[in-house]
């Protein structure tokens, strides 16, 4: 019934990776084909169930973060009118956080009203709709956000997090540990810590690396 994968120059645990993402696509044929009528015996009604998250994300929803009201000393230029190397990775990462911050907001003003008939609910915002019903990230979001396997829920306490770290880092200076997860590139982080140190001590930025003893 099913060919061996070494047949196709893969590992056996191949099959593992096939099988899970095929139980995933059943699972999401069968999510996307629940029905939006009334709820049975008293229950809320899938519109009033994406409306109160909505409501709920909109509500906790962070301010934009602005580096303009950030910590002066992140920004001072150096002799060659450069700024900390890990102040660019800040700047970054609060960019990047800024975009997602303003594409939640939008599309969840957005989902409320549609839900209401007052604007088209358009093919973006359905897939919106579907997501948070069954309680994942939706696409729209992830897009411009940044890879994690969380449920809904748990994402977006995680968010709430992320930003909450780098309005701590913009507002109060580095801090004295980063969190390296809870960016959106940690490689551009790593590779500005190499370029502090070499800044710092005048060495050539292609003789660092990192070393780890276990």
């Known amino acids: 019934m099913n060919d061996n994968p070494q047949i196709f120059g893969l590992h056996d645990n191949a099959n593992i990776t096939f099988m899970a993402a095929e139980s995933n696509r059943i699972v999401d044929t069968i999510l996307s084909l629940q029905p939006r009528l009334a709820a049975v015996g008293g229950g809320m009604t899938p ?42 990775v800040l700047l970054q990462e609060v960019e990047k956080f800024n975009r997602l911050l303003k594409k939640m907001n939008r599309s969840l003003i957005d989902i409320d009203l ?10 973006e915002l359905d897939s919106m709709y579907l997501a948070i019903q069954n309680n994942r990230v939706p696409l729209n979001w992830s897009k411009v956000g940044y890879p994690c396997l969380k ?8 968010f709430l997090q992320r930003v909450e770290f780098m309005r701590f880092w913009l507002n109060n200076g580095n801090p004295s540990s980063y969190w390296l997860p809870g960016m959106f590139f940690p490689q551009g982080f790593m590779t500005g810590v190499l370029q502090t140190h070499a800044r710092q001590y005048k060495i050539a930025i292609d003789r660092l690396s990192f070393a780890f003893e276990i």
């Open 114 to 123: 549609a839900i209401q008939g007052f604007i088209v609910m358009g093919d």
């Open 151 to 158: 449920p809904l829920s748990s994402w977006f306490k995680d």
């Open 47 to 88: 519109d009033e169930i994406v409306s109160e998250k909505a409501k709920f994300f909109l509500d906790n929803l962070p301010e934009i973060l602005n580096p303009k009201e950030g910590f002066k000393e992140l920004f001072v230029q150096n002799a060659q009118g450069l700024i900390p190397s890990l102040s660019t």
